[in-house]
């Protein structure tokens, strides 16, 4: 005798199994079709500017009991004059090492002693201060934000240890054959400008940084005009801009410095050949290089959905097909584009063992000529337009993650609506644009390729080729 709750049991049983029958397995349906919908839902997001010109950004997130604030500056690295690369990032982590009534140690202590956490970064386009922690401690996480932006010490003895330390880890950085291709790079691709010296620096021109060098750039950067507020997490936007108001307001307005003239371009004007002498390698580092396109570049999208085909999806692209799957000569291969204020480059990075590295560098030039002649078809448009935009929404799963990306269209004078629009426009990128862009952006006839590794070897591989010159690192 069957039960009614077996009777409910073997029917729901049937049901199922008749469902799943008439029906395809889950992980062979098509995906669902793709809606737009703002970033930010609602009223959560609030922007507002202070009188003295600094911009704020409050997005509310309530789900925990976090929060995150930060200043960002307009400027960075970028604008440096070349003999004193380093001076933002210089600048940066002396504003780390005392501020206000504060030493570097009690300073450390004070964000130590609450749980939070502090960063003061310097990129080639901006500079910021961050705070994050719980909401209960909201107005010791103001008071940090608010001394290491403004108040900063700018200790001298702090300052000679900075400098040491930097020197000491460029110095390290040396041994890294693949930090020595990226160094080499940009000296090819832009020697004589800022973007051909490491964004931190290097020997010569760190050695001449001071405390009192750090201090003047600061004042001339950290103004309120050049400035952005930012909150996010479990705050209320009408606390929050009274609380940048009492933090920020007294602040006065100040001439804004100049963000950094562009590199000459194209880079290079014809092939060139750098070998960056490392006898001890087995592997050598590969890169092939041109000048790229400037982050505010209108056909950006395409671009990146070009690049993506080409070689920045990992193991769907053409470049880890030819070079990894079908040659067998590297583990992985990448192509990108620097997205600053200013057209700063394209590359190619790999690595393969010394006596294949002419193949592979034949292989990567063909590669690229490839893509001019044989543009991107619908089959490998459709997979790279769904990668770019997952890859686009899982970057803003919190709250920290879509006010920096705010924060970053401001800092680029970008529309305020970019991230809302960015997945539309994706899927509006045609055949023809790829094929567009990939004639317009890509140039193989006038790269710069660095090699690192033993040049006993490499260079007469590259007979033919093009004039090689070796360098010492």
């Known amino acids: 005798m069957i039960h009614a709750s077996q009777r409910l049991a073997v029917c729901t049983f049937a049901t199922l199994l008749a469902l799943g029958c008439a029906s395809k397995p889950a992980w062979e349906l098509p995906p669902p079709a793709p809606t737009d919908a703002p970033v930010v839902q609602g009223d959560a997001l609030t922007r507002s500017e202070l009188a003295n010109g600094m911009k704020v950004l ?20 970028a604008m440096v004059d070349p003999k004193r690369a380093g001076l933002a990032s210089f600048t940066a982590e002396l504003m780390k090492r005392g501020a206000g009534d504060r030493d570097a140690l009690a300073l450390a202590t004070a964000v130590d002693e609450i749980g939070a956490g502090l960063s003061v970064s310097a990129g080639w386009d901006s500079m910021t201060v961050s705070v994050s922690g719980l909401s209960r401690d909201l107005p010791m996480l103001i008071e940090i934000l608010g001394d ?80 952005i507020f930012s909150a996010s997490g479990d705050v209320r936007a009408e606390a929050m801009l009274e609380l940048a108001h009492r933090t920020f307001g007294a602040m006065p307005r100040a001439e804004v410095p100049a963000a950094g003239a562009a590199p000459s ?80 480059l394209f590359v190619v990075s790999t690595f393969t063992r010394v006596a294949e590295v002419r193949t592979v560098v034949d292989l990567l030039l063909a590669e690229l000529e490839r893509m001019r002649t044989e543009p991107p078809s619908e089959d490998e448009l459709a997979p790279a337009r769904t990668l770019v935009t997952g890859s686009f929404s899982l970057g803003l799963e919190t709250s920290d993650a879509v006010i920096g990306g705010l924060v970053d269209l401001d800092v680029h004078g970008l529309p305020e609506d970019s991230l809302d629009t960015y997945r539309s426009r994706v899927r509006a990128v045609t055949v023809e644009d790829t094929a567009r862009e990939a004639l317009r952006r890509l ?23 093009g004039p090689v010159e070796v360098v010492k690192p």
Do not use: C
């Open 265 to 344: 371009l194209p880079a290079p004007t014809a092939m060139k050949i750098l070998i960056v002498d490392r006898p001890d390698l087995e592997q050598a580092q590969i890169r092939v290089a041109h000048d790229g396109i400037a982050r505010t570049d209108p056909d950006r999208v395409a671009v990146n959905i070009m690049n993506s085909i080409l070689g920045g999806s990992g193991f769907s692209s053409r470049l880890m097909a030819s070079v990894r799957a079908d040659a067998g000569l590297t583990y992985g291969v990448h192509s990108g584009f620097g997205m600053r204020r200013q057209p700063s």
């Open 148 to 227: 290491v932006a403004l108040r900063p010490s700018f200790d001298r003895r702090e300052a000679v240890r900075a400098r040491t330390e930097t020197l000491a880890a460029i110095e390290k950085a040396k041994d890294a054959p693949a930090t020595l291709a990226r160094w080499y790079t940009y000296q090819a691709l832009f020697e004589g400008h800022r973007y051909g010296i490491p964004a931190g620096g290097n020997t010569l021109t760190v050695a001449g940084l001071d405390a009192a060098a750090a201090r003047r750039f600061h004042g001339e950067v950290f103004v309120p005009n050049n400035a």
């Open 443 to 465: 140039h193989p006839g006038r790269v710069a390729i660095v090699l690192v590794g033993p040049a006993a070897q490499l260079q007469p591989q590259l007979a033919g080729l």
């Open 58 to 77: 409050v997005l509310e997130d309530h789900r925990i009991p976090r929060v995150a604030l930060s200043v960002t500056v307009r400027r960075g690295e």
